[in-house]
């Protein structure tokens, strides 16, 4: 006996891990960073309208797994994602991603993706994204500690966006530099890799800080943060992990994305909970200063926030419109008759 078809409505597209990899390369890397950048910057300035909460966390001896969910009224959006540093040993990646983008009115969805490789994009446009406003203009040198999953990425956004043309490379693990070194060769950067986290950030105008570690760790201490840099510091994401002593937070402008949320994840966990820290959306709608003059030490405070999810994944779903780079899951269930799920399964009886 055939069993009946799924309807067309049973269909969500689904971008599988091969298919956000050749959706990627038929936009073209940096462009699609750039896009992202300007998607995610123009939801900042959506701000009010979206649902925002803490992301939701559930934490284990070596790692978290978080949801993060966020609505502006007419899409849903939500990320699950991990970070569970010490997997690289098991040679597992310690961040693995997928969301989803529904529909509110109906509830229904609309695009299932993998995120692993879109988070270290979205990641990276964000983080150039906050430097466009916050580095210095003249900046052309950054210091990128921890040349992990993300490193690569961020390299080149900072290179797109922000016009970097030199990256000096750090990481405790001299085989993720070399990886990262091989993996930038013809990428127009001039890189640099270096020896000891002193020497990366010599004569760096923005030092980001992309490491993993499941502990409190000094990546940056005091005296290697200069007057007039822009810190981007990514790897400080969870309750117990950051990156930054505390004095650089002292003398730091601090930007963040949503205060709730970072106060608890990321490096200003180590402050009062009343430390004055600045919302990135009043920047980037000018409502709020960013860096005012040359001397000033700014530090984006980096943890991730779900509206940067969102946006990333209503971007892959308008270039699905152009690239047509997806699957079709039957996820959906849709009876002839709404209210006849029963009868459904029992037409299905093999
Ligand atoms: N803020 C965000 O939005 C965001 C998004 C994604 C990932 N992250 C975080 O970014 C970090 C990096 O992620 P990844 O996927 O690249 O991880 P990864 O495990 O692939 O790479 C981390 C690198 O850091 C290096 N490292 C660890 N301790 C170090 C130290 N003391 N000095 C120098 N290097 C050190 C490791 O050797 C490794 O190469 C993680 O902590 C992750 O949770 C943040």
């Known amino acids: 006996m055939t069993l009946p078809a799924p309807s067309e409505r049973a269909f969500v597209p689904f971008v599988s891990v091969a298919n ?23 939801d900042f300035k959506r701000w009010e309208l979206f649902d925002k909460t803490p992301r939701v966390a559930a934490h284990s001896p070596d790692g978290v797994i978080e949801l ?12 699950y994602v991990n970070g569970h540093p010490k997997n690289t040993r098991d040679g597992l990646q310690t961040v693995q991603a997928f969301g989803l983008l529904a529909d509110v009115d109906t509830g229904y969805p609309v695009l299932l993706s993998e995120m692993t490789v879109l988070t270290a994009l979205r990641t990276a446009a964000t983080s150039a994204m906050v ?12 210091a990128m500690i921890g040349n992990g999953a993300q490193s690569e990425f961020q390299c080149l956004a900072f290179k797109a966006i922000c016009g ?8 405790i693990d001299p085989d993720a530099t070399a990886k ?33 570690d499941k502990q409190y760790a000094t990546i940056l201490t005091d005296n290697m943060v200069g007057s007039g840099v822009h810190v981007n510091a990514i790897g400080g994401d969870c309750p117990g992990k950051t990156e930054l002593h505390r004095d650089i937070l002292l003398r730091s402008d601090i930007f963040v994305e949503y205060p709730p949320q970072t106060r608890i ?25 960013g860096r005012v003059d040359g001397r000033q030490i700014t530090l984006f405070d980096s943890v991730g926030f779900a509206t940067e999810d ?4 209503r971007y ?11 699957d079709r899951l039957d996820m959906l269930a849709d009876p002839d008759d709404p209210r006849d799920l029963f009868g459904m399964l029992e037409r299905a009886r093999p």
């Open 310 to 313: 969102f946006s990333a994944l």
């Open 164 to 171: 970097i043309d030199t990256v000096r490379l750090y990481d």
């Open 68 to 79: 993060m969910p966020t609505s502006d009224g007419t899409h849903y959006a939500f990320k």
């Open 316 to 326: 892959v779903r308008d270039a699905l419109e152009r690239h047509a780079m997806f």
């Open 265 to 289: 994840e990321g490096e200003i966990q180590a402050l009062d909970p009343d430390h004055p820290v600045t919302e990135l959306w009043q920047v980037i709608r000018g409502e709020a200063a």
């Open 131 to 142: 430097a466009r406003h916050l580095a210095p203009k003249s900046a052309r040198v950054m």
């Open 180 to 212: 990262a070194t091989h993996n930038l060769a013809g990428s127009g950067l001039d890189i640099i890799a270096c020896a000891s986290p002193e020497e990366a950030v010599e004569g760096a105008q923005i030092i980001t800080t992309c490491t993993a």
């Open 20 to 42: 956000m990899m050749a959706l990627i390369h038929a936009i073209g890397l940096e462009r699609m960073l750039c896009e992202l950048a300007d998607a995610i910057e123009a």
